[in-house]
């Protein structure tokens, strides 16, 4: 039975015979007995009945009251008196046997009652006017116990009439939705996102569809997200290939001049390193959202490491005139992360501040520790964000100016995000536009130590 809808139909009529086998088997047992002994007891009467002809009606009238008797009461009878026996209707079936008759003809008053399949059967011994009579009574039962069984069978038909209609009824019910959710998800796994299914109620169907239109609407978002990646990706690497692309055809032409040759060659390398880098960003960022990425976690300066990365900054700081500030804190500050990308998001962010600030502007560096955490600040007096570029610089690729006068490629900020994330840092941005702007990292403190303890531990280590 390969549909649920089978499935229940099937369940529903095994149920119902099932129930009704038992329902069936004891009330016909109970019925029966009741039948059997209010047979007995109406046999009980009929001797007695029986006894008082006997007794009252003079010989000549009884044969034709007691065949009346016979024929209107369903009851065949026996009357037996010193070897002289009548027969009243049909007796059939097991009659008494020699040992029984003894019994009756030795006790006077004594009952015998017999079953015999669905005959119900009783004897009696007594005495009518000085004489001694045996009176045998018996009566079939099985037509009764037949118009019970035949009820019960109409009623176990109607029930099973009635309640097969109800429960298609019921089951449509429940199949139906699923039958619905069933397309539905035919529909998502054929690249269909826009499907989903109506539901009403609160039922588990209801919230089996409510789950369903919310993964549709994850993989839709999803989906859209891979479609910018990918437009954005090819964007990103189409440029410079172009560029590398028309100024490669541009060297060709051997009328140019050595200062153009040399021009021209700096614009191809300028572009290839480009292009290096995004492709460098990329992977970054892929192997930093693989499930398995794992911090190679030291304990370190952060001081030493602010120091190492506006170094490497100074250069770019100096050719633009801008000076970088860092307000180095009265006692060194260790904390305990992965060093190597920890000094990433340093740099981009270092470089960003040097990068979005016009010349002679101030890149200020503050390093702040509480008790609970470790806050690093970098802000510039640069070309700042509108509200809406903030919303967005952690996405993938995007840049506030759209006509990409200021190298980069968009993805700094969200590696310097992941980073931050996988340490359960948290990264906030203050910035107006052309009001500079202030990124603040703040990360859990492991450990921190004052320079004078760090300078007794290292001592210790010395000595160990
Ligand atoms: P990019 O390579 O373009 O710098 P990022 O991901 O580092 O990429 O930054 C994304 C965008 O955020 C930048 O294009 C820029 O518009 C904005 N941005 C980042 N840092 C600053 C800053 N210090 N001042 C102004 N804008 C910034």
Redesign the pocket.
């Given at each position: 039975m390969k549909s649920i809808y089978g499935k229940l139909i099937l369940g529903f009529l095994a149920s119902i015979l099932f129930s009704f086998s038992i329902a069936g088997y004891f009330s016909l047992r109970k019925n029966s007995d009741e039948l059997s002994r209010l047979t007995v007891e109406e046999l009980e009467n009929s001797t007695e009945l029986i006894a008082d002809f006997l007794q009252l009606i003079d010989n000549e009238n009884l044969p034709k009251v007691l065949n009346g008797y016979a024929s209107t009461s369903e009851v065949s009878f026996s009357i037996e008196s010193q070897n002289h026996k009548e027969v009243y209707g049909t007796l059939t079936g097991r009659q008494l046997t020699n040992k029984e008759h003894q019994l009756l003809e030795n006790q006077l008053g004594k009952t015998i009652t017999l079953h015999d399949s669905s005959m119900r059967k009783l004897a009696k011994s007594f005495e009518v006017n000085g004489q001694q009579y045996i009176v045998f009574v018996q009566k079939d039962i099985g037509k009764k116990q037949m118009i019970f069984i035949d009820s019960a069978m109409i009623a176990v038909f109607c029930m099973l009439i009635a309640g097969s209609i109800t429960f298609l009824v019921i089951a449509d019910i429940i199949v139906k939705p699923i039958s619905r959710l069933n397309k539905a998800t035919n529909e998502l796994s054929k690249g269909n996102y826009r499907v989903r299914v109506n539901y009403s109620g609160n039922d588990e169907i209801a919230r089996l569809n409510r789950s369903f239109n919310q993964m549709a609407q994850q993989l839709a978002k999803q989906e859209e997200t891979r479609q910018q990646f990918i437009s954005d990706v090819s964007h990103e690497f189409q440029t410079p290939l172009t560029a590398i692309q028309g100024f490669a055809t541009i060297l060709k032409n051997e009328k140019l001049t050595d200062e153009q040759r040399q021009k021209y060659a700096d614009i191809i390398l300028f572009h290839s390193k480009r292009l290096s880098t995004l492709s460098r960003n990329m992977l970054q960022l892929t192997i930093l959202d693989g499930e398995d990425v794992k911090l190679e976690v030291s304990e370190f300066s952060l001081i030493e490491q602010l120091n190492r990365v506006i170094e490497t900054q100074d250069n770019l700081a100096i050719s633009k005139n801008i000076e970088i500030e860092f307000d180095i804190p009265k006692n060194d500050i260790l904390i305990e992360a992965d060093e190597s990308r920890l000094e990433q998001v340093w740099i981009?962010?270092v470089n960003?501040?040097i990068?979005?600030?016009n010349e002679n502007g101030v890149v200020t560096i503050s390093v702040k520790k509480t008790t609970k955490e470790v806050e690093v600040s970098i802000e510039?007096t640069?070309?700042?964000?509108s509200k809406e570029?903030i919303s967005h610089?952690f996405e993938r690729f995007?840049?506030?100016?759209k006509s990409r006068s200021?190298?980069?490629?968009?993805?700094?900020?969200?590696i310097?995000k992941r980073i931050v994330d996988l340490h359960q840092g948290t990264i906030d941005v203050k910035?107006r536009e052309d009001g500079g702007?202030q990124?603040i990292v703040k990360l859990p403190q492991v450990r921190s130590f004052h320079l004078s303890e760090r300078l007794m531990k290292k001592d210790r280590d010395n000595h160990s």
């Open positions: 981009n962010l960003n501040a990068k979005y600030t510039d640069g070309v700042g964000m570029a610089i995007y840049r506030q100016d200021v190298e980069g490629n968009g993805l700094g900020l969200s310097v910035s702007s990124f």
